[in-house]
């Protein structure tokens, strides 16, 4: 007589063999714990047949294969154990980050991509902004400033709001962001500030309309110096 032997723990099958006859009674076959008489299932792909609870069951079986959280797509790991993957995961790798899961597979999401290109498009925006400009005064004089980060633009709000408590001819120094230190008046510091605003203000507007853009021309290459074109 055949019996089935199964795993302890998880009840997969294991494999036949022959029962033995009970030496204590001639005709008996014995059935040793984790095993059946009854013969399993076949399973099919990605399949493997287990007893659970006394009967036999096809589980779901993908040992060895890479999972994928649901979420963002981040690698997992491996399965090691049969039965069904583990909620928020899936066989299945993200095609791009532009995709999400809607349940059983990746699709394109128009709002991942236009949130993923509007996020690079800011990253270019204060890329270029940090560059600094060169400004030039209704004076002739041309300074290049800095405008690298929040730091340089909190000094020259600063220096424009002390140009404005003293008199438009007064004199002020002012270091360009070619390390030179510049005499110019009070007015010009103003000029200064209000130009620097206007330029960064500008490559806010530029953002805004490449990101208008991009809703018909996500192919856009917003990375062009042609595409932020500032006015003189």
């Known amino acids: 007589m055949k019996i089935y032997h199964v795993d302890p723990q998880s009840g997969e099958y294991l494999g036949e063999s022959d029962a033995r006859e009970s030496p204590i009674e001639p005709g008996i076959y014995l059935v040793p714990e984790f095993a059946t008489q009854r013969p399993p299932p076949t399973p099919g792909n990605n399949q ?15 040992r060895g294969r890479a999972i994928f959280y649901t979420s963002n797509g981040a690698y997992v790991g491996k399965v090691s154990g049969i039965g069904p993957l583990p909620p928020g995961t899936t066989l299945l790798p993200r095609p791009s980050v532009d995709h999400e899961f809607n349940g059983t597979a990746w699709r394109v999401s128009a709002a991942l991509r ?18 600094g400009t060169s400004i030039t005064t209704s004076t002739g004089k041309t300074v290049p400033v800095d405008t690298r980060d929040l730091t340089d633009l909190v000094n020259i709000n600063g220096r424009v709001q002390r140009a404005q408590l003293i008199p438009a001819d ?19 510091m103003i000029e200064i500030g209000l130009k620097v605003a206007d330029f960064i203000e500008m490559h806010y507007r530029i953002s805004w309309a490449i990101k208008r853009r991009l809703k018909e021309q996500p192919a856009l290459d917003f990375t062009r110096d042609d595409v932020w074109v500032l006015p003189a």
């Open 48 to 62: 493997v047949a287990a007893l659970v609870e006394g009967e036999w069951q096809l589980v779901e079986d993908y």
């Open 114 to 131: 236009v949130a993923r290109l509007n996020e690079a498009v800011n990253r270019e925006r204060m890329r270029r902004i940090a560059q």
């Open 170 to 188: 007064q004199t002020v120094i002012f270091r360009g962001s070619d390390d030179i230190e510049r005499t110019i008046t009070s007015a010009e």
